[in-house]
């Protein structure tokens, strides 16, 4: 919609109101309709098919947009001047029809299948009147009868159990088969995922990324609406929204003033799915984060894409971030997976009269101050800076494995920093072999070692708001299986182990302080590498500084305390966010020296620093930080006193 329709006095940051989501929807409903089959049962975007193959692709085109469709006629009370039920009834009679040539790949037949089984379900709950109640009992009896598989089926115990609860719900709504102990086992599977302050993890490991917010919180409370007036459901739903509600207070912390998501974990191309969590809220009736502050969240990211080319001018989304970059999707992905982003059009299921349209929009935190945040569960200190709008975290708690794993750094998940202005290396030799946002010992041929399966030691904030986070791990070198399959996550191999890394990161607006000791034990004593912010730009080295520059942000990495080499890697088709990235490190010039700590200055913002923060020791090795806002942080005997040995058992631990 042009700039001319925006409303400023409603939505003063973003412009956006619910015409300008009616008109995304839309427009990504009707282009859908070209590349659909003659029943409008399997729709087909161009692309190269997923790992999956062209039957499942069809059917994700059919599901992913049946929630677009779902969400613009609830929210409207059954208004439908698309004929979008008509148009989607038609599919469900064909795909559900095991003689047509149509038909869709079954749940019995496909795992893939279990996923699109629910977003059809939730569909055909929240718009029962007007497609359901209106369907044939014939076509009514066969969409029970393709759902009816779900019924004792496995499901893998991550967010996918909600898909089971989310289809027998459905099915025991409308008479069909259901069994009560599936969804009573299930329930009490995602009761095991529950984490501090409001999280959830993606099953058992520290699996902590957006699915947090549009699964892992969308489903329990999505169904304790279908299943409103079950016992289960009405006592289980105040539990759901305490945690909701504490979890948002973190998450709207994590939205750069650009609108742009925290560039982390798998699914990206998901893209303005990460609105969905902000509408659900809303959709929940929370009283906070306010109405204002929770549409400003969620129209912030859908611009944050539209203004970037996606959906593109052909009405599309791609595999992609903003415009196409197929290396951002994993093995499993096809040309209908990014139309997952339809969950993030929840608040169109909202009348336009509700609160979270007609208030006025209220700042990210991001646009009112700085902050510096501590959150436990995925073990990430976030920083946020108004200056710049950019949102940063700092990761000692998250990989998407167990401490003690061994297998390979996934750049999605065990980087040492994420933030809504960098993307990760996610694609070419580095994405495998650690560079940007990492501390590695280079072995003798020169490859980097890994650090999933790290242990969480300190998360903490200190008086003056400054942070500080610690972990350590014991350095690995994995040579892939040769079928090892990408499915975002670190991957096993044959390992060879080394030496533990301690690392602390003390952090305040753009600046982390980094501190690296290496143990004496461990056989692989090579050189120690500290890498910085992977950015497009232009790269320099002086002395021991290594930089990176463009119009609008800076990465800088100063070496120092023996970190005596420095330079900038350029990397072809390795990001999302340009076509080139620099990635500057620091690192020895000879063979580590174990129980020596080594510091590195790290810095991501919008300007240039004219002065970098500085730390010094006393006798005692007493630190303290002196900031470029004039704060000093005394941090006591800490690294010496408070950071366990190589051989001694770890926890997370707090500063005095």
């Not at 984490?195 to 919180?217: K, M, P, T």
């Not at 120690?528 to 912010?533: A, I, M």
């Amino acid at each position: 919609m042009p700039a001319e329709h925006h409303d400023r006095r409603l939505s003063p940051y973003t412009g956006w109101t619910r015409r300008h989501w009616a008109s995304l929807a839309d427009g990504v409903l009707l282009s859908a309709r070209r590349y659909a089959s003659a029943s409008h049962a399997r729709i087909v975007f161009p692309g190269e098919p997923g790992g999956y193959g062209s039957d499942v692709d069809a059917l994700e085109g059919f599901a992913r947009t049946f929630l677009a469709a779902g969400f613009r006629v609830a929210g409207e009370d059954g208004r439908d001047p698309l004929n979008l039920m008509e148009w989607y009834a038609e599919g469900l009679a064909a795909g559900t029809d095991p003689h047509s040539p149509e038909r869709w790949v079954r749940l019995d037949e496909h795992d893939q299948a279990k996923v699109e089984a629910a977003s059809i379900a939730l569909v055909l709950h929240l718009t029962r009147p007007w497609l359901w109640d209106r369907l044939t009992p014939v076509v009514q009896e066969r969409v029970v009868d393709y759902l009816a598989p779900a019924i004792g089926a496995h499901y893998p115990p991550i967010n996918w159990i909600w898909f089971q609860i989310v289809v027998e719900q459905f099915l025991a709504s409308v008479g069909g088969p259901f069994d009560r102990k599936d969804m009573d086992e299930g329930l009490a599977l995602s009761d095991g995922f529950a984490r501090e302050n409001g999280w959830y993890a993606d099953g058992s490991e520290r699996a902590y990324d957006h699915y947090v917010g549009w699964a892992l919180h969308f489903y329990p409370l999505i169904w304790t609406e279908m299943a409103a007036g079950d016992p289960r459901a009405d006592a289980r739903r105040p539990v759901y929204l305490r945690r909701l509600e504490r979890y948002l207070h973190d998450a709207v912390h994590l939205i750069g003033a650009d609108g742009s998501p925290l560039i982390q974990g798998r699914s990206l191309t998901y893209r303005f799915a990460a609105a969905t969590q902000f509408w659900l809220g809303a959709r929940s009736g929370l009283a906070s984060p306010a109405p204002g502050l929770l549409r400003r969240a969620a129209s912030g990211i859908a611009r944050h894409f539209v203004d970037h080319g996606s959906p593109d001018g052909e009405g599309l989304l791609t595999l992609g971030w903003h415009g196409p970059w197929r290396p951002i999707a994993q093995s499993y992905s096809g040309p209908g997976s990014p139309y997952w982003a339809a969950k993030g059009f929840l608040g169109l299921s909202l009348p336009a009269d509700h609160p979270v349209w007609t208030a006025v929009e209220e700042p990210l935190p991001v646009e009112s101050r700085d902050y510096q945040l501590v959150i436990a569960s995925p073990g990430w200190l976030v920083s946020g800076t108004r200056a710049d709008g950019v949102v940063r975290v700092t990761n000692h708690g998250t990989d998407h494995s167990h401490p003690g794993s061994d297998l390979t750094d996934s750049p999605l998940y065990a980087r040492l920093g994420y933030s809504t202005a960098t993307s990760p290396v996610l694609a070419g030799h580095h994405a495998d072999h650690p560079l940007d946002q990492s501390v590695v010992i280079l072995d003798g041929s020169g490859t980097p070692s890994h650090r999933t399966g790290f242990e969480t030691l300190v998360l903490d904030r200190l008086p003056s708001g400054t942070l500080i986070g610690a972990s350590r791990w014991q350095a690995h070198w994995v040579v892939l299986d040769g079928d090892s399959t990408d499915h975002g996550y670190g991957r096993a191999g044959r390992t060879r182990i080394g030496p533990w890394i301690h690392t602390v990161s003390i952090v305040r607006g753009p600046w982390e302080i980094r501190l690296v000791r290496v143990s004496a034990a461990g056989n692989e004593q090579g050189v120690l590498r500290v890498g910085g912010w992977p950015l497009p730009g232009t790269g320099s080295v002086s002395g021991t500084t290594a930089a990176v520059s463009n119009a609008t942000a800076h990465s800088r990495i100063l070496g120092r305390t023996g970190l005596d080499a420095a330079d900038v890697v350029s990397i072809e088709d390795c990001s999302p966010l340009a076509p080139r990235v620099l990635v500057p490190w620091c690192a020895t010039t000879a063979a580590v020296r174990p129980r020596t700590w080594y510091e590195a200055a790290v810095f991501l913002g919008g300007r240039v620093p004219e002065v970098a923060p500085a730390l010094s020791w006393d006798d005692s090795r007493a630190a303290c930080v002196a900031w470029p806002d004039g704060t000093t942080d005394e941090l006591g005997p800490l690294l010496t006193m408070r950071l366990p040995d190589e051989d001694q058992p770890v926890g997370p631990q707090s500063i005095d």
